[in-house]
């Protein structure tokens, strides 16, 4: 929600503020929408990209970063409505663009596939996301892509190919593969994943928590 991303971000004014601190005491769901996107602020702020997709562009090196709760929360925004079973429509949100340049420029592949991927052109990002070097991050929003598309084979299959150092990016793609393996029958092996992401501190621990509460 808007609302709440920018009184995370501090950018009402008093008055608005209060009205959103009222909201958050006052509805679960809107305490719950709080409480995780706050935790994935918490891990993008402590992250920080110094190196992501060097050399995929013919640019001079430009410096990436995670570009803290702006980006993240405003496509990560996940949205509880109260289920008797299982949803994954009720989980699953495209992942913000986490990595952005201090320029955009189109001319550039990284940028192409980022600016289709930010206006919810699936098919074209994948296309513009093929032609870079398959870092775990590349892995991470093709797979991504995949899921949107519902082609969840595809998914599973790029998904389990991601080897991310990074602690979110990792639990970023084990949340994505569980998600994928879950629409692939594979119930079983998503609820493997989804243990271990409670199982440390990540920005989807307690999102996998409340998965493994409602899986049959």
Known sequence: MERIEKYILGELNAEEAQEVKNKIDSDPEWKKEFEFLSA????????????????LDEKPKRNYWWVGAAAAIIILSIVFFPKREFSDQAYFRPLPNLIQPSVRDTKYPVSTAFSA?????????LKEF???EQTPEVLLYKGVCFLVLDKNEEAVSVLKQVNAEDADISAYAKWYLALSLQRTQKTQEAKTLFMKLT???????????KVLEELP
């Open 199 to 209: 199982q440390y501190e990540n920005p989807v621990q307690e999102m996998a928590k």
């Open 117 to 125: 991927y930010e206006a919810g052109n699936y098919e074209e990002a």
């Open 130 to 132: 093929d032609k870079l």
């Open 40 to 55: 994935v602020k918490q891990g993008i702020a402590r992250k920080e990209l110094k190196t992501y997709l060097q050399g």
